[in-house]
């Protein structure tokens, strides 16, 4: 990472003082800094970085605006706007280990085709932060921006099976995988369905982690590595996205890498149906009816709902251990998007004190989720007049809530389910993230998990 953060003392790093919206006068800066700060029209402005000259023209530390407060992972601009070298705070942060995440997870760069890595800078870690757990956190998101940004000739389900072999080996987990027409003969026919057209073999991945007596958390991550709609074709505006079609697997992914690196008291299982979601003479149709490892026959009203397959027979795998803890994560419907942005993953659950703990560790941690309802009487919707259950209603209306509902049939003894609906995308860069892949609801969750479990 091109943003370290150093635990013991610097020698001389310079300061970094936070000024609210108007506060120039209130924190006790020299008049010689006021007057510089008021020469440069600087107020404390939200995300405002303004250099201080120090003695014979060397640097003498910076203000950074905070506005009317915009959260603690604003101070993340830092690690664009700052020049090289040592720093740190000259006041503790508000919410020191929120900032200190920040600063590092701002100066994220995907330099793996080329771009240039960011800024060297050493930034002294505030007083009474945990410097490992904000770096066990920052590697989860790290894996899952990387996993993400990575375009699909070099991320396919083969290249998504070994990030998650890489993962165990540095964990020591187990892995195991079921690919091919082995899927069909261990009864996960519709992983199998939706990947088969590919040159590269749909796969279920399956890694477990922990002590075999320790509470069960199991996530569940769609790992579509491209989609082309199937024979429901995308337009081509459509597809440009669809590298992050594995989103969902790389949250887990990531979100796992945390729980393991912390050492929590879990029986972990991760599990990834990896396919790609392409077009070739065998490629399921617009009509087929689909068995499913649950039992229940599913008709295919759109190739384009492939997601909610994959997840459907992994998930039924999940529910047969009854694990305490059940989550999957999926950029699931195009609904959510439209109903909440591209910055507000849905959750679903019918776990009330889930969700409240959700909602609590969401605004503590700066990682926002909302709670959308599983509205029963849409149920309906999904019916079929030939199998047990369509892909896709036919009216289009509360597609999220519907595709979360699909989901839900496949988890029935698992007492404590979410789903979540994200995006893993920043369409814009923002002061904690550049535009790119994104890790979304994983250090919420990694708090719930680490408050329950550690």
């Known amino acids: 990472m091109s943003v370290e953060l150093v635990e013991s003392k610097l020698k001389n790093p310079l300061p970094i003082h936070l000024i609210a919206r108007d506060g120039l006068e209130t924190v006790g800066l020299s008049p010689s800094i006021v007057a510089w700060a008021k020469a440069n029209g600087f107020s404390g402005e939200a995300g405002r970085t303004l250099i201080l000259p120090g003695d014979n023209g060397a640097l003498g530390g910076a203000i950074f605006g905070l506005g009317d407060g915009d959260g603690a992972l604003a101070v993340g601009a830092l690690a664009k706007t700052l020049p090289e070298g040592d720093w740190h705070f000259a006041s503790k942060p508000a919410e020191p280990e929120l900032a200190a995440l920040a600063i590092v997870l701002g100066g994220y760069v995907f330099a793996r085709y080329g771009k240039k890595p960011g800024k060297a800078l050493r930034f002294e870690l505030p007083a009474g932060v945990d410097a490992r757990r904000v770096r066990r956190i920052v590697d989860g998101v790290f894996l899952t921006r990387d996993l993400v940004n990575t375009p699909t000739n070099d991320m396919g389900p083969d290249d998504l099976e070994k990030a998650v072999r890489t993962v165990a080996g540095v964990h020591k987990a187990e892995v195991s995988v079921i690919k091919g027409d082995d899927l069909l003969a261990q009864n996960f026919p519709m992983i199998h369905a939706v990947g088969r057209a590919s040159s590269d073999a749909p796969r ?106 994959v997840l459907g027979d992994a998930l039924a795998l999940a529910d047969d251990e009854e694990p305490q803890l059940l989550i999957d994560m999926a950029t699931l419907t195009g609904a959510a998007r439209v109903a909440l942005g591209p910055d507000l993953p849905p959750f679903y659950t019918d776990d009330e004190a889930l969700a409240s703990e959700l909602a609590a560790a969401s605004l503590a941690v700066e990682d926002p989720l909302w709670r959308m309802p599983l509205w029963r009487p849409y149920d309906s919707k999904l019916s079929s007049k030939i199998a047990d259950i369509n892909n896709v209603t036919s009216d289009g209306f509360a597609g999220s809530i519907t595709a979360a509902l699909f989901l839900k049939r496949f988890v029935e003894k698992t007492a404590s389910w979410a789903h979540f609906d994200i995006f893993a995308w920043n369409p814009a860069d923002r002061p904690h993230a550049p535009a790119g892949g994104e890790a979304q609801g994983i250090r919420t969750l990694e708090r719930i998990i680490s408050t329950r479990y550690g």
């Not at 393991?260 to 979601?277: C, D, K, Q, S, Y």
């Open 204 to 309: 279920l991945i399956d890694m477990t982690w922990g002590q075999q007596g320790a509470p069960k958390v199991t996530l569940v991550g769609k790992g579509v590595c491209f989609d082309t709609g199937g024979l429901d074709i995308k337009p081509s505006s459509g597809m440009l996205l669809m590298k992050k079609d594995m989103g969902g697997a790389a949250n887990v992914l990531g979100l796992a890498s945390m729980i393991m690196a912390a050492g929590l008291n879990v029986r972990l299982r991760v599990l990834i149906p990896a396919v790609e979601n392409s077009i070739a003479g065998n490629a399921f149709r617009p009509g087929d009816v689909l068995a499913s490892r649950k039992g229940i026959t599913v008709e295919i009203g759109n190739t384009d709902a492939e997601g909610r397959l």
